[in-house]
């Protein structure tokens, strides 16, 4: 055990100029973290749930797995859905904020709330790109392409 901690202020010693460099002490302390980690697992060799649990008893972080797998089918936000809904013929009728969202679930399967919706349809229409009225229906607000 003594051997390993020799060790350890050693290779500490050897990355302490790099460490310092961060002004941040939170930085400083998440990289010898990170660090530690490592040798951690490199001393532990392949040991029998060395790659599911860290030296803290934690699962690994897998946002790199999530992201590889997700990356294909990225969802588009709510600007690019309403700008691609511009170029096509979907605003030559008027449509309410909530049926937009609707529209959007179930052609883009993006999820998006009204309140998502609402700030970039006013964008929208004070760029004169849509038209708002109200509706003699219901007194809410559609929107129409110009």
């Given at each position: 055990?003594n ?83 511009l ?60």
């Amino acid at each position: 055990m003594n051997r390993q901690i020799e060790k350890l202020k050693k290779q500490l010693t050897e990355i302490a100029e790099v460490v310092n460099s961060f002004q941040s002490e939170a930085v400083q302390v998440r990289v010898v973290d990170r660090l530690l980690d490592e040798i951690m697992e490199t001393e532990k060799g392949d040991t029998e749930g060395a790659d599911i649990f860290n030296k803290r008893g934690r699962r690994p972080s897998r946002e790199n797995e999530v992201t590889e797998l997700t990356q294909g089918r990225k969802k588009l936000g709510a600007t690019k859905v309403l700008n691609q809904l511009l170029s096509s013929d979907y605003f030559k009728t008027p449509h309410s904020i909530s049926s937009i969202a609707d529209y959007c679930k179930e052609k883009f399967d993006s999820d998006f709330k009204t309140s998502e919706l609402s700030g970039i349809l006013l964008k929208l229409a004070k760029e004169n790109r849509l038209k708002r009225e109200r509706s003699n229906e219901n007194n809410r607000f559609e929107y129409v392409g110009v």
